[in-house]
């Protein structure tokens, strides 16, 4: 038995007992005459304590020698410590050792080991076998677990069944790129990694499972923006012989349960908003609503003054920053300067400061006078001390920048307060959407979701305007979750392929298996999937998902521990009938052939 007790459990109540326990050495204190180790395990730390009164020579030898990490086994008596610790559950005892047997040892580890460390994240990413040994990380991953525990209870006692589902499967054009794997016994033939279990969980439902779900990985080959993962999880869930009304009750049940039995927190209400509200009041399908600075659009009191950069544009929008009117010069330009980065690439800002005393001062007098502002200030919902900020030009664009502004406020205000929860519904979102670069439409969810029935005839002729049945749950201005009811007919399948681009053949040689499936009573259903790592950020007060990742990936898509990914040798690609042709670099001086 390596040990009786966990280092996180002795107590006061267990003084005078012998134990055994087991560990890491995490900190050592050495006086000579006495010695202190700190023993660390998953549940906590526990001080030992070598005292050359009551420990053998080679005893104190032995302790001495202890580095930072060795793994040791000991065995000894619970005392009560004499300079008290109440900043952790054992700080009332030491163990005094009477046995010390070192199980390994360690090098000296490339970054402290302490809550607070001097590691960056690179090196971090590199010793991750080492990063999780430390509390932050530790106590994400055990949160990570008990966030997917209480899925599983609910889910399980609304009667969903988890069923897995392929990860190796058949590469579809429905999203992302896919990871691809090559097969050795199909030569010339290829599986691809899942984006989704889409197709799959609609065949249970054909299959008659009626209600779904499936905590599981899922891989997109795309270029990562920050805080992006190619392989992340969802909860997924399908349900048969519903509406849409029914999948979004379910799930803000889902979503009540874990506010309360993760954060205590009780919701009282669930708002919906449509997608064209979302982008008119936030410009973004995503909304933060958590706190105020609704857009007001200002064309009609903000054009033909004079004024160019607005009279010539397609929108003039604008916010009210509550109690910023107290803002300095040099805090607007540093504004303007952030609108201007080419992430956001607006050409710039025009304020109005409405000051405590009713006055309104602003960079465009010239054009405007205090009667104007005024109307500003109305429409925007401003007050006397708050900032008034206006942009101008192409309505969506605008209201992209504009979005991108509210919520850098909002977190430099600190309005976005981690404690705070305000869930929402957007639904009514559009079926389709014009791509430039490819010259028609796109699916914007993808080609399986249902329009609503009573703009079904619109796709004949205003594709544009078809809304689908399909609903996004939003969490303090993250997408945590999005779904739709599906098509469940093979009439209605195929014309949504024909609105797509495919033709009959591309659509039987890549769909032509869900195809065959809805001819033999395939039920109404829907379903939906949340985004499981973001989830458990938001729940864990975080903004980063990548501490809730045992073994995260950077930004390029690389695991910096194992090296990974990382070339094939000549035996393996000959197996796998693959021919690679490696590109070198060229130097700066080349061609550039």
């Known amino acids: 038995m390596y040990r009786s007790h966990t280092c996180g459990e002795l107590n006061a109540a267990s003084i005078g007992q012998e134990v055994k326990l087991s560990g890491w050495v995490q900190k050592i204190r050495d006086k000579g005459f006495m010695v202190w180790v700190d023993l660390r395990d998953r549940y906590g730390i526990t001080q030992l304590i070598f005292d050359e009164e009551r420990s053998s020579k080679e005893l104190m030898e032995k302790a001495q020698k202890l580095g930072r990490e060795f793994v040791i086994q000991v065995s000894g008596k619970v005392i009560e410590r004499e300079s008290k610790n109440t900043n952790i559950p054992t700080g009332e005892i030491e163990v005094l050792v009477d046995e010390v047997n070192i199980l390994n040892t360690s090098l000296t580890p490339p970054f402290t080991i302490e809550n607070e460390t001097d590691g960056g994240e690179d090196l971090r990413m590199k010793y991750r076998y080492l990063d999780i040994r430390r509390n932050p990380v530790k106590n994400k991953l055990k949160f990570r677990h008990k966030v997917g525990m209480e899925v599983r209870n609910y889910l399980s006692n609304q009667d969903f069944v988890e069923v897995e589902t392929p990860y190796l499967i058949k590469s579809t054009p429905e999203g992302a790129r896919d990871f691809v794997v090559p097969s050795r016994m199909n030569e010339g033939q290829f599986y691809a990694l899942p984006q989704s279990p889409q197709t799959f969980k609609q065949l249970l439902m054909v299959g008659g499972m009626d209600k779904y779900f499936q905590i599981v990985k899922c891989f997109r080959d795309e270029d990562l923006r920050a805080d992006r993962q190619p392989e992340f999880t969802q909860i997924d869930c399908e349900m048969a012989f519903v509406e849409q009304e029914d999948i979004l009750n379910i799930f803000e049940g889902l979503t009540r349960h874990l506010l309360k039995e993760i954060n205590g927190v009780d919701v009282a209400e669930f708002p919906r908003m449509t997608y064209s509200e979302a982008m008119k009041k936030y410009g973004n399908d995503k909304p933060d609503i958590r706190f105020g600075m609704e857009f007001a659009e ?58 405590e005393d009713g006055t309104l001062k602003s960079s465009v007098d010239k054009f405007y006078s205090e009667e104007d502002l005024k109307t500003w200030a109305e429409a925007t919902s401003a007050k006397p001390g708050d900032l008034i900020l206006l942009m101008a030009g192409d309505a969506n664009k605008t209201r992209t920048q504009l979005s991108a502004l509210r919520m850098h406020l909002g977190n430099e205000l600190g309005l976005r307060k981690a404690d705070e929860f305000a869930p929402l519904w957007v639904i009514d979102f559009p079926l389709l959407e014009w791509d430039e670069e490819t010259n028609r439409f796109h699916a914007m969810h993808h080609p399986f979701t249902s329009p609503k029935k009573e703009d079904f005839a619109l796709l004949e002729t205003k594709p544009g305007e078809v809304r689908a049945n399909a609903y996004d749950l939003v969490l303090n201005g993250n997408e945590i979750g999005g779904g739709s009811i599906r098509i469940h007919d093979k009439e209605t399948q195929e014309k949504m392929f024909d609105y797509l681009g495919f033709t009959p053949e591309e659509a039987k040689a890549q769909f ?48 910096v521990m194992i090296d990974a990914p990382a070339k094939l040798d000549e035996a393996q690609l000959k197996e796998l009938h693959l021919q690679v042709n490696y590109l070198e670099e060229t130097s700066k001086n080349s061609q550039g052939k």
């Not at 607005?310 to 300095?328: K, N, R, Y």
């Not at 040099?330 to 992430?343: A, F, G, T």
């Open 298 to 355: 200002l064309n009609d009191l903000a054009k033909n003054k004079g004024f160019n950069v607005f009279d010539q544009q397609e929108l003039v929008v604008g916010i009210a920053v509550p109690g910023a009117a107290s803002f300095t010069r040099k805090e607007i330009d540093k504004l303007i300067s952030w609108v201007k980065r080419p992430q956001v690439g607006a050409n710039g800002l025009v304020w109005a400061k409405y000051n």
């Open 512 to 559: 032509g298996f869900l195809m065959d499936a809805f001819q033999y009573g395939a039920p109404p259903h829907g379903g939906i999937a949340f985004g499981f790592d973001r989830l458990v950020a938001i729940l864990g007060g975080q903004e980063s998902i990548r501490d809730f990742i045992a073994f995260p990936k950077n930004n390029n898509g690389r695991d």
